[in-house]
């Protein structure tokens, strides 16, 4: 005769299985870790950080090196604290800035690190930034035109031509 609690013990081993391999896959995806990161803390003040949120990452080179702890006011500003890896050491001159993953995607902090001789410690600020950029703005400037349009354009108002121009550098931020 076919042994029923056998069978039984089988099909919970099994349950239980999947239920473990649910709950790992449901932890992974939503970016839960179970042991706490070796990071230190900087911070970042923005004129404006568009949609990132929290536990957004914060990448080098494309490659992710921490998350971006919190967001909050200060001063007008928007101030991110930044969770970084230990391993990871950035110079003081190092620019921060918003960007997105594809024209539509997830905003992430992009971390451009500079070349000087000391590296930025914990709970240091990064002063240079760049804000999100506004596609909706860049839009409106193009479709409708720059609000300076009556300001002359080239060489003869000590810049360089317009076809060799680019977007403003970085900002320090008080």
Not at 10 to 17: E, K, R
Not at 50 to 72: H, M, Q
């Amino acid at each position: 005769m076919f042994d029923y609690k056998k069978a039984e013990i089988v099909a919970g081993a099994f349950l239980l299985m999947g239920l473990a391999a649910l709950a790992y896959l449901s932890l992974s995806i939503g970016g839960l870790r179970l042991r706490a990161r070796d990071s230190y803390r900087l911070r970042a003040r923005f004129s404006n950080v568009g949609d990132l949120k929290p536990r957004a990452p914060v990448k080098v080179a494309g490659v992710t090196i921490g998350s971006v702890e919190t967001i909050r006011l200060a001063d007008y500003y928007a101030e991110v604290e930044l969770a970084v890896d230990r391993a990871v050491s950035l110079p003081t001159d190092t620019v921060a800035s918003i960007a997105t993953a594809g024209l539509l995607g997830e905003a992430h902090v992009s971390l451009s690190p500079g070349a000087a001789d000391r590296n930025l410690a914990a709970g240091e600020r990064i002063t240079r930034t760049e804000p999100a950029l506004n596609v909706a703005d860049l839009l409106g400037r193009y479709a409708f035109g720059n609000a300076n349009a009556s300001a002359p354009t080239g060489a003869a108002d000590g810049g360089p031509p317009a076809s060799e121009r680019r977007l403003a550098p970085a900002r320090e931020h008080p």
